[in-house]
């Protein structure tokens, strides 16, 4: 199988050698270069991010022992509330093997590939809306990672939920030496694939213009067909993506609110003559006449007037 994964060694190598690109190319005067650092510097972040994340799913604050049990929950609560059952999924597409396979390389490294270029779209073609995607990329991926310091086991591992591990199957998996990735299998809850998805679909729609954007929709969808297909997460995981994502945009949206509060605050708060002059048409005429009545011009005239004496005088003399 074709590795499309990256460790957190590669990941973190990567962005180190694109980092200190970016800060070279930021020294060059030429335009070109100038926004090709700003491009590497950025893709520098996102593999930072990445490989925390992969660094992040060796380690555990709870210890495996519980990962099982917490999944067997999320499974009766998943069936408590009437989910659809992941096993009959599953059943679906397992008589169709190529399409299976295929689900498993869309899992294996889609996932990065689509938020790369997502933002590397909005950072050449929609600079002004690149800042919040980043922070929001960070906030998701930050709080997703919070949470998988608690383990929580796949359905692929569960005894006796009748899931296959498809990846396994076909010798397509990304965890263990099998693919070099040493990711923690018990990193179910949430699904960062769901959410890295749903983010750059958001993204699009958002940001695009055109009237087919909408269809940027069924990306995240199809990414939560293909993490339940292959037995790597559950529907709630899925959902606790979108969720916290939408916490992630919330607390953006609240520190905008607060700065601009703080702001007008501070500026009320400010003596009058130290506030920054507000323009108006009236003051705008005030600086007119007062350009019109500089020194400089003050002094032509009376020199003029001078003259006109002088030469008055003389004639008179």
Do not use: K
């Amino acid at each position: 199988m074709v590795n499309l994964a990256l460790s957190w060694q590669e990941a973190g190598i990567s962005a180190a050698c694109l980092a200190l690109a970016a800060l070279a190319a930021r020294r060059s005067r030429r335009p070109a270069r100038v926004t090709a650092a700003g491009v590497a510097m950025e893709t520098a972040v996102v593999l930072a991010l990445f490989g925390m994340w992969q660094l992040a799913g060796s380690f555990v604050l709870m210890g495996p022992e519980g990962a099982i049990d917490r999944g067997q929950w999320i499974w009766q609560l998943e069936r408590a509330v009437h989910l659809p059952s992941e096993t009959a999924v599953q059943a679906a597409f397992l008589p169709h093997p190529l399409i299976v396979q295929v689900l498993n390389l869309y899992y294996a490294g889609l996932h990065f590939v689509v938020v790369i270029g997502c933002l590397v779209w909005v950072y050449g073609w929609h600079r002004r809306q690149y800042p919040q995607v980043r922070t929001t990329l960070v906030l998701f991926t930050a709080a997703a990672l919070l949470v998988q310091f608690v383990p929580v086991a796949p359905p692929r591992m569960l005894p006796g939920d009748g899931m296959i591990d498809t990846a396994l199957r076909y010798g397509q998996s990304v965890y263990g030496s099998v693919a070099g990735f040493n990711a923690d299998q018990l990193s179910a809850m949430p699904s960062v694939h769901v959410g890295w998805s749903l983010l750059a679909a958001l993204v699009i729609v958002e940001v695009a213009r055109s009237p087919w954007r909408w269809l940027a929709l069924a990306y995240p969808l199809l990414t939560m067909l293909a993490v339940v297909v292959t037995a790597n997460h559950y529907w709630l995981d899925g959902i606790a993506a979108a969720l916290l994502l939408a916490l992630a945009l919330v607390v953006q949206r609240l520190c905008r609110t607060l700065y601009r509060r703080l702001g007008g605050r501070r500026r009320a708060d400010q003596p009058e003559d130290v506030r920054a002059p507000v323009l108006t048409p009236a003051s705008t005429s005030s600086a007119r006449w007062q350009a019109a009545s500089r020194p400089g011009r003050t002094s032509r005239s009376t020199g003029t007037s001078v003259a006109h004496r002088s030469m008055a005088s003389g004639q008179r003399g």
